[in-house]
């Protein structure tokens, strides 16, 4: 009793997919149609993917990178003397992620401080005044300042509570003083300081550029303003903001930090993570939505499709097509729909988002990692959807071409 | 020479309900090269026995050897080799894939067979000369009438060289001149040693034949033996 000894059935890779393009391709329209959901679902995704991307880059780069490096410490309570430690600026520049730091405070002026460059001018009136601000030399660092002429107040200067002074650009002028080679004198109440330096430019506290700066001990010693302005101003390195402003209270004040009140700016990634939370979430789910939607779109029509060619895949297996070859075909036309609404929603998508973009005069930004996911997103909702109808294919009896 | 096919006590009982003793106990063996025509009433197991021959269905008894092995007792996978390779069908209703031209029909008879692309076109195209169709090589099978249709189906089974060509009322569908056309492209292919089986009510396509089996009632009769 011999066996058959004959060849197998075989179907080249080839054919199958000539086959199946073949199938899906003589209706394009009902193709389309099929593939709508899927359409739907993968714009939805490339869309809310790419808006996101775009509105987050936005978000960054709209983001002021002076203000997030700043940190700001102040005592709500405070009256009358600083509320800070004297050696605050060494108290602060010692934590990991500080540049420079210090306390600065305007000087209250009644009108008897009043400075002026020659001690017989009259005192003018308040609207002309100088103002006076008191600072310590991280405080005046932390500014990030530019000197013209001189140099800036040291630590030697505030520890000798010196009578020397730092006049802001308009200041300057205003006392008619340009350089400050020859060591000119300006005069603050009844006492002359020594001009050490001009203020070109600073990028926090610009008021400063209008003001005669002197040390902030030389201000305790010789005029003893009671004020509430003191503020500590911290110059920190990038991302360290969250962490010192934590941190500087209670080495400012370790017995009750919680008196102070530090003023961070707000962390861009967790900005951004507030984006995505409350813009994009919805229209994710909504992506996810329309891709089962799709789904089950491309599922029923092969169910439809493969009932409806009954007879075809009968005269398939009858030729000697087995039931994988079956099974092989009918997922190929459902992936080839999918991967059809993959790249048509991919398409759609990248010009939502260019429309968006466009009208909200934004630079689109994608990652185009995503391009190349989104049609694959396609091509799995084919192959999900085709795996029951694959399975009823492939059990249709050859026989049923002899009986119909 | 060894018989082509080779059948003993081929029983085929559908499990109903109700069950339906299609076949019994038939037995017959048919050479190398032989027309046969199979006859009988409405009812009585011609189409069965196709069935069983094409191995489109497995029988539930007996042995049935083609080409000198057993393939009664085959896997599905088994079957559907030996079909891509031995089996060529001619059907009533032509079953053509409506929506591919005539050579793409004609190729579909290699495709199982994983005859690469060239190969496939040169020999559909001689086969497509052969039935008298290479004006309406690239025509789609929707456009063809039904005479037309049938030498496609022809050319499909052909191609495959097969050992045995398998006809289930063949000119069922169509009129009597095109029948003729066609009953006379089958009889000069059998005249160049093809095996056909033909089953059939008609008397002029029984006429053809060389050999006449006559079922009645699932059981083999002798029928006029042979023509020859
Ligand atoms: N799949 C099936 N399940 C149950 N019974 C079947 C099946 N196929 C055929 N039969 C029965 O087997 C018997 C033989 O049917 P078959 O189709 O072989 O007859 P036939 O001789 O070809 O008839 P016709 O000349 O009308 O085509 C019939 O009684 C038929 O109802
Ligand atoms: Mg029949």
Redesign the pocket.
């Known amino acids: 009793m011999s066996r058959v000894d004959s060849l197998p059935s075989r179907l080249l890779w080839g054919d199958a997919v000539a086959e199946a393009l073949s199938a899906v391709m003589h209706r394009p329209a009902r193709a389309l149609l099929t593939s709508l959901g899927t359409i739907v679902g993968v714009a939805a995704f490339v869309t809310t993917t790419g808006v996101a991307a775009t509105l987050n880059a936005q978000v960054s780069s709209s983001f002021d990178a002076l203000a997030a490096t700043e940190v700001r410490i102040r005592d709500p309570s405070a009256e009358g003397a600083s509320p800070f430690p004297e050696d605050a600026d060494a108290r602060l520049e010692r934590l990991n992620g500080v540049n420079h730091a210090g306390v600065l405070y305007s000087v209250p002026d009644d009108g008897r401080l009043s400075p002026r460059s020659n001690p017989s001018d009259p005192r003018v009136s308040s609207t002309a005044r100088v103002p006076v601000v008191a600072a310590t030399p991280g405080a005046i660092r932390a500014t990030l300042p530019q000197v013209r002429s001189g140099r800036l107040p040291d630590p030697l200067h505030e520890e000798r509570s010196e009578p020397v002074v730092l006049l802001g650009r308009v200041a300057a002028s205003q006392l008619n003083v340009n350089v400050v080679d020859d060591q000119p004198a300006v005069f603050i109440g009844d006492t002359a300081y020594v001009v050490i330096g001009i203020l070109e430019h600073v990028e926090r506290n610009p008021e400063l550029l209008l003001a005669a700066i002197i040390p902030s001990s030389t201000e305790r010693v010789r005029i003893g303003a009671r004020t509430s302005d003191y503020e500590v101003l911290i110059d920190v390195a990038p991302g360290a903001a969250p962490l010192i402003g934590r941190q500087a209270p209670i080495a400012l004040r370790p017995e009750h930090p919680s008196s102070l009140t530090a003023l961070v700016p707000p962390n861009p990634s967790t900005l951004r993570r507030q984006v995505e939370t409350d813009v994009t979430s919805l229209y994710y789910a909504l992506a996810v939505l329309s891709l089962f939607v799709g789904t089950i779109g491309i599922a029923n029509a092969t169910l439809l499709n493969v009932i409806e060619r009954r007879s075809e895949i009968g005269l398939r297996r009858a030729l000697g097509a087995t039931r994988v070859h079956i099974a092989q075909q009918v997922m190929l036309e459902a992936i080839i729909v999918g991967a059809l609404g993959g790249l048509i929603g991919t398409m759609l998508g990248i010009l939502a988002v260019n429309g968006v973009a466009i009208s909200q005069t934004w630079t689109t930004t994608m990652d185009p990692r995503l391009v190349g996911f989104a049609p694959l997103a396609g091509v799995a909702t084919g192959a999900l959807a085709g795996a029951i109808p694959a399975v009823r294919a492939s059990r249709t009896p050859p ?1 049923v071409t ?2 119909s | 020479m060894t018989n082509v096919v080779d059948v003993q006590k081929l029983e ?1 009982t ?3 309900p109700p069950e ?4 019994r106990s038939c037995e017959f063996t048919i050479d190398q090269g032989e027309y046969v025509a199979i006859t ?12 069983l021959l094409g191995l489109l ?1 497995s029988p539930t008894g007996g042995r049935y050897y083609l080409d000198g092995a057993n393939v009664a007792s085959l896997n599905d996978n088994e079957r559907a080799a030996v079909r891509a390779h031995k089996i060529g069908f001619v059907f009533q209703a032509f079953h053509l894939v409506e929506y591919r031209s005539v050579i793409e029909n004609v190729q579909v008879g290699l495709l199982y067979q994983g005859v690469g692309r060239l190969e496939r076109r040169t020999r559909s195209i001689r086969l497509i000369e052969q039935v008298g169709l290479e004006h309406r090589a690239s025509a789609l099978c929707a456009t063809l009438s039904g005479g037309e249709r049938q030498r496609v189906a022809l050319a499909r089974a052909l191609i495959r060289r097969p050992s045995l060509v398998l006809c ?2 063949p000119t069922g569908n169509l009129d009597s001149s095109t029948s003729e056309r066609v009953l006379d492209l089958l009889g000069g292919l059998n005249g160049q040693g093809l095996t056909v089986v033909v ?1 059939t ?1 008609d008397d002029r396509v029984a006429a053809r034949a060389s050999r006449h089996l006559t ?1 009645i009632d ?1 059981q083999l009769g002798q029928g006029s033996s042979s023509d020859v």
């Open positions: 026989a002899l009986r | 085929m559908y499990a109903g339906v003793r299609a076949l009988g009433p409405s009812g009585s197991g011609k189409t069965t026995l196709l069935s269905e289930d009322e089953v009510h079922i699932g």
